[in-house]
C-alpha cells in the first residue's frame, strides 16, 4: 500500500506544485503525492509560468497538473500533509476534525 503525501500551499498554482513535482522525483512508486491549495479561485489551472519554468530547468515536468482546493475528505486520503507556511498551516488545522488529523500536517 502506497504512502499518500499531500503538499499545500495558498492557490495551488506555485510553491506546492513545485513540491509535488520535486517529491515525485525523490520518492518511488510506493509514495502517492500530491498537492492542493487552501484558497480555491486557481482550481483547474495548470502551475504559474514561472514554476513550471522553474521546475523545467532542473528537469521536472509539472506543465500536466491541475489545481485544486484542500478538502476535509484529504484528511482521510493522505497520510502526511505538509504545508508550504504558517497561515496554510493554521488553515488547514482549522479544517481538521480531530486530533489524528490534526497529527498528520506538518509545517514545511
Known sequence: MPMNIL???LGNICRSPLAE??????LT????????????WHAGESPDKRSIE???NYGIDISH????KFSVSDF???DYI????????????????DVVAKSKVALI
Do not use: E, H, W
Open 82 to 97: 505538509f504545508v508550504m507556511d504558517q497561515s496554510n498551516y493554521i488553515d488547514v488545522l482549522q479544517l481538521a476534525p
Open 29 to 40: 512508486t510506493d509514495f502517492y503525492i500530491d498537492s492542493a491549495g487552501t484558497g480555491g
Open 54 to 56: 522553474t521546475a523545467r
Open 65 to 68: 497538473q491541475k489545481a485544486r
Open 7 to 9: 503538499m499545500v500551499c
Open 21 to 26: 513535482g520535486i517529491l515525485r522525483t525523490k
Open 76 to 78: 482521510d486520503t493522505f
